[in-house]
C-alpha cells in the first residue's frame, strides 16, 4: 500500500512565522501534491510537482512556496505565516494519470 | 468553467438504508475522470470509486456505485446497506483534462447513519 506521511498533525504557530509542512512518500510516485482544506469550499490545490525540482502552482498559490529536491519529499513552505492561512492541509501523490490520489492524513495548522 | 457540485452539505440515513450522495459536473474536454472519496473524523481521505468519461458501464467497488449519467453531467454515489462506519465527509472529483493533473473537488457532503 502507498503511505503518504505528513510530519505534523497539528501545529501552532505565530503571525509572521516561517512555517514548513513535510510530506514523504514511499511508493516513487513522480507527482505530489498540496491542498488546502477549509469547510464549505472542500479541497484547493496550492501547488503540485511532477518531479523533481519541478513544481507548478494550483489554484491558490499566493503565500506559499514549495520544494522538491528529492522524489520522495515535498515541503510546503509558508513564508510568513498569517492567520488566514489556518486551515487543514494535505499532501498527496499519485501513480499515474488515471490513479486516485492517495492522501496523507493532514495538518492541521492554527495560526494566531 | 471547469466545476464540481455537491449540493448537499449533510444528509442522514438509517442504518442498512441505500443512500445517494449527488455530484454533478461541468467541463467541456472529452476525456475527464470522476472519482469518489471518504474522509472520516480522523481526517485521511480514502479512494472509494473511479469513473472514466469514456467508461461504457457504471463503476462499482463492494457496496459503492457511482451512477454515471452523462448526458446529464451527473457522478452520483451510491453507497447500498449504510453501515455506522460510513459516516463521514465525501468529496466527489474530476481530473477534466487529458495531460492535466489539477483535479477539482467539490465542497463535500457530510454523511450521518443512524442506528
Known amino acids: 500500500d502507498v503511505k503518504v506521511t505528513q510530519s505534523s498533525r497539528y501545529l501552532v504557530k505565530r503571525t509572521g512565522e516561517k512555517v514548513f509542512l513535510e510530506c514523504v512518500q514511499d511508493?516513487?510516485?513522480?507527482?505530489m501534491f498540496w491542498y488546502r482544506q477549509d469547510p464549505g469550499l472542500g479541497l484547493r490545490l496550492i501547488y503540485f510537482?511532477?518531479?523533481?525540482?519541478?513544481?507548478e502552482k494550483g489554484d491558490i498559490p499566493e503565500g506559499y512556496s514549495v520544494s522538491r529536491e528529492k522524489k520522495e519529499r515535498f515541503s510546503l513552505i509558508l513564508e510568513s505565516a498569517s492567520t488566514n492561512q489556518t486551515s487543514m492541509y494535505l499532501c498527496?501523490?499519485?501513480?499515474?494519470?488515471?490513479?486516485?490520489?492517495?492522501f496523507g492524513n493532514g495538518t492541521r495548522l492554527t495560526v494566531t | 468553467a471547469q466545476k464540481i457540485t455537491q449540493t448537499q452539505p449533510g444528509m442522514f440515513v438509517q442504518e442498512k438504508e441505500a443512500v445517494t450522495l449527488d455530484c454533478t459536473y461541468d467541463t467541456s474536454d472529452p476525456s475527464y475522470g470522476l472519482f469518489w472519496y471518504k474522509q472520516p473524523s480522523s481526517g485521511e481521505m480514502i479512494f472509494l470509486i473511479y469513473q472514466g468519461s469514456y467508461d461504457q458501464q457504471n463503476a462499482t467497488e463492494g457496496r459503492y456505485s457511482l451512477n454515471f449519467q452523462k448526458a446529464r453531467k451527473s457522478a452520483n454515489l451510491v453507497i447500498s446497506a449504510s453501515q455506522l462506519g460510513d459516516s463521514a465527509m465525501y468529496f466527489c472529483a474530476m481530473r477534466p483534462t487529458s495531460g492535466t493533473y489539477k483535479y477539482i473537488f467539490g465542497t463535500g457532503t457530510r454523511l450521518k447513519v443512524l442506528a
Open positions: 510537482s511532477y518531479d523533481v525540482k519541478m513544481k
Open positions: 511508493m516513487d510516485h513522480e507527482n
Open positions: 498527496a501523490s499519485i501513480q499515474g494519470y488515471n490513479s486516485p490520489l492517495h
